[in-house]
């Protein structure tokens, strides 16, 4: 048997509402690379139905 125990502290019990989480403002580096990723995606639609799919038919 061990020579002492840790008792079990129950967590407190909440009362009232949940505060609203505040979203945080975005950093700059998030930013900086959201601009980049959208930009990405902007030119793979530009390039799945643009001037290059147009090129490739012409090859055939």
């Known amino acids: 048997m061990p020579a002492f125990m840790f008792e079990k502290i129950s967590p407190p019990v909440r009362r009232g509402p949940i505060a609203p989480i ?3 403002q975005r950093g700059l580096i998030a930013q900086i690379l ?6 990405r995606v902007r030119k793979s639609e530009r ?5 290059i799919a ?3 038919s012409k090859r055939s």
């Open 22 to 24: 505040v979203k945080k």
């Open 34 to 39: 959201g601009s980049f990723v959208a930009a």
């Open 47 to 51: 390039a799945g139905s643009g001037v």
């Open 54 to 56: 147009r090129n490739d």
